[in-house]
């Protein structure tokens, strides 16, 4: 098994800069890919960010390009998400996500839910006005 545990959300104000961070813990941990997904209250969860594990290319939704950045730590199996120049609308319940499996090819399925096999907890991101 696989835990994925985040960290760094927090309260901050609009223009403000928070760093998430991933950790994965358990079984040796070789994902294919990692991501980020956010919900907000009464939203479906959408696709922030993803990364490659093996060659690190990013793709980012159109709302956070520019602003957010995704990385990745192989040594320390974890994974990383930069956000500056934060917006009231990017206040969401903010989750990691690791793909195992790598049935599907990254470069299509990369912000699909279902690409992915392992959730964290999620961690609460406020910005206010």
């Known amino acids: 098994q696989v835990q994925l545990v985040e960290s760094g959300g927090g309260l901050v104000q609009a223009g403000g800069s928070l760093r998430l961070s991933c950790a994965a813990s358990?079984?040796?941990?070789?994902?294919?890919?990692m991501g980020w997904f956010r919900q907000a209250p009464g939203k479906e969860r959408e696709f922030v960010a993803a990364?490659?594990?093996?060659?690190?290319?990013?793709y980012y939704t159109n709302s956070v390009k520019g602003r957010f950045t995704i990385s990745r730590d192989v040594a320390k199996n974890t994974v990383y998400l930069q956000m500056n120049s934060l917006k009231p609308e990017d206040t969401a319940v903010y989750y990691c996500a690791a793909d195992t499996r790598g049935t599907t090819l990254f470069i299509v399925t990369y912000h699909l839910h279902g690409r992915y096999d392992y959730w964290g907890q999620g961690t609460q991101v406020t910005v206010s006005s």
């Open positions: 990364a490659s594990w093996n060659d690190g290319s990013t």
């Open positions: 358990g079984r040796t941990f070789s994902p294919y890919s």
